[in-house]
């Protein structure tokens, strides 16, 4: 199983930035999949996730409002848009994928994801 993110980058507070992760060698249609972050100097931090039957789930605190998490099973592909970015939002970003088809809800939680990319690096400027 491999997870490609992609997507991260440069850009000023307020600004948006779009986050795509292809996956192979899953049965991707029928996985739950996450996004979660690490800032420097902090733990992994949960950020949004999309069920198989698309219910999605957001961090209250930093994500609800302003990211947007998505999935195309055609193409592969789970999207998290991020607009009104802030400073504290910098952070690597990775993409997860469940591993158990049909697991049930989504999780916040990354024991529950089995498969990991390799993460990809946002950067907010004040």
């Known amino acids: 199983v491999q997870l490609q993110a992609s997507g991260g980058g440069l850009v000023q507070a307020g600004g948006s930035l779009g986050l795509s992760c292809v996956a192979s060698g899953l049965t991707f249609s029928s996985n739950a999949m996450g996004w979660f972050r690490q800032a420097p100097g902090k733990e992994h931090e949960f950020v949004a996730a999309?069920?198989?039957?698309?219910?999605?789930?957001y961090h209250p605190d930093s994500a609800k409002g302003r990211f947007t998490i998505s999935r195309d099973n055609a193409k592969n592909t789970v999207y998290l848009q991020m607009n009104s970015l802030k400073p504290d939002d910098t952070a690597v970003y990775y993409c997860?994928?469940?591993?158990?088809?049909?697991?049930?809800?989504?999780?916040?939680?990354?024991?529950?994801?089995?498969?990991w990319g390799q993460g990809t690096l946002v950067t907010v400027s004040s």
């Open positions: 999309i069920n198989w039957d698309g219910g999605v789930k």
């Open positions: 997860a994928a469940d591993g158990t088809p049909y697991s049930g809800s989504s999780s916040t939680s990354m024991n529950r994801y089995k498969y």
